[in-house]
């Protein structure tokens, strides 16, 4: 039996999604530029936002990075979200089924609250994650931005460089 004898009777009935190519866009235009375009959907200034971006890229916690550029946590995490970090949500997978609940309307927000067992705080935050996507743009803009730009092939070439034989 030959490949053509197993192949026969197969066939395609969905294509394959075209994603384009991978890049990083390496502009050298300051964040808060670059954010400016999407200002009417983010939750704070592109200034603050940018500032906001790079303080929890840093490593702080969502509190800390908020504190840092004057602006309320709720907000910080909103801002995040749209930029494109993720699990800022602080409602567990089972939390947020009941979240979806409520949200498709099969219970009640007060029922939803109770199930979930959170703070209003909470579930309005968790609401607004499970109700407002990325910014795509913006989102790219943060990587860029944030991304050392260094290619790990070169840097270990160059970290190593002292050890090869010079070629001749």
Known sequence: ???????????????????????????????ADRLAGHADDLPCEPETAAELAEAYASGGSVGDAAEAVEIAPTT??????????????????????????????????????????????????????????????????VESALSTGEDAMVAKRDALAATLPESG
Not at 2 to 10: F, N, Q, R, T
Not at 120 to 139: C, N, S, W
Request: aromatic content about 4%.
């Open 76 to 141: 910080a995490a909103k801002c995040l979200h749209r930029l494109g970090f993720e699990g800022l949500t602080p409602l567990s997978p089972l939390q947020r089924d009941v979240l979806a609940d409520w949200l498709d309307a099969r219970l009640s927000r007060t029922e939803a609250l109770e199930l979930a067992g959170v703070s209003e705080r909470e579930f309005a935050l968790a609401a607004y994650v499970a109700t407002h996507d990325r910014l795509p743009g913006a989102a790219e803009a």
């Open 1 to 31: 039996m030959g490949l053509s004898d197993i192949a026969e009777g197969v066939e395609v009935t969905t294509r394959q999604r075209e994603r384009g190519v991978a890049s990083v866009d390496r502009t050298a235009a300051p964040l």
